[in-house]
């Protein structure tokens, strides 16, 4: 059973998460950046699980693409969903306004994966508001390991 893991991220916490979720995964999986590769074959594969980052409420577009584009095939695959953002109580409505209805109810796992702060990678003006929002200079983690490890275990059921 061959699994996919697609990603889209904006300052490298989704492609973190994208590859923690791999180590922890124990069949053959592949990790795509669909920044990088935005039109994927999915004929190889059962296990299709997509990530994106959450921003301002919003999730990549690279990834709103991907599954509008795939809709029709995903459905017909095992599927897994995860999100990171800097807000957790806010993680289940952002996941629900983020994903369609049918792909959420067809997944066998949904998860949230925590956020980091990495100032290196921003612009101006969002290391400006990150800053002001979460009242510190100094870039961080808070990467929620035990949500991956639970999210792999459902997904090798």
């Known amino acids: ?50 990530g994106g980052s959450i921003m301002m409420g919003k999730i990549n577009s690279e990834v709103k693409k991907f599954y509008n584009n795939n809709l029709a095939q995903l459905l017909q695959k095992k599927i897994g969903l995860y999100i990171c953002g800097a807000f957790s109580e806010q993680a289940d409505k952002e996941l629900r306004d983020n994903f369609p209805e049918k792909l959420i109810n067809h997944a066998v796992a949904t998860g949230y994966f925590g956020y980091e702060l990495n100032f290196e990678k921003m612009n101006f003006a969002v290391r400006a508001l990150a800053k002001k929002m979460s009242a510190t200079e100094k870039s961080f983690s808070k990467i929620i390991e035990d949500n991956i490890t639970k999210f792999a275990e459902v997904m090798k059921r």
């Open 1 to 50: 059973m061959k699994t996919l893991i697609t990603f889209a991220t904006r300052f490298g916490c989704t492609e973190k998460c994208a590859k923690k979720l791999e180590e922890k995964l124990s069949n053959d999986v592949e990790v795509i950046n669909l920044r990088n590769n935005p039109k994927i074959s999915l004929d190889k594969y059962d296990t299709v699980i997509i």
